[in-house]
Nanobody, 114 residues
């Protein structure tokens, strides 16, 4: 399993970031995928999911602000995050959905300052 999330950083509230997830081809094309996040002291939660066919779903807390997409030709998934809030601060991970692999990778840290 090869999953590499990137694109995190420090941003002010109201700002935007675009996360990327690179995965090996054999993993990516046939699987539904998701973006997850884990804030300090909290359990990991699903943020958004996208099926192999491109159907999307979002957690209520990010609906209307985040957009998940995938480029199967590049074996890459994206999370466009707009209107960021301090409560979006977390380590963001990509993984298979709805049944993630045991391996989560390092994730990418998103910090939103108020």
């Amino acid at each position: 399993v090869q999953l590499q999330a990137s694109g995190g950083g420090l941003v002010q509230a109201g700002g935007s970031l675009r996360l990327s997830c690179a995965a090996s081809r054999i993993i990516f094309n046939i699987n539904h995928m998701g973006w997850y996040r884990q804030a300090p002291g909290k359990t990991r939660e699903l943020v958004a999911s996208i099926t192999s066919g491109g159907n999307t779903n979002y957690a209520d807390s990010v609906k209307g602000r985040f957009t998940i997409s995938r480029d199967n030709a590049k074996n890459t998934m994206y999370l466009q995050m707009d209107s960021l809030k301090p409560e979006d601060t977390a380590v963001y991970y990509c993984n298979k959905w709805p049944y993630p692999w045991t391996y989560w990778g390092q994730g990418t840290l998103v910090t939103v300052s108020s």
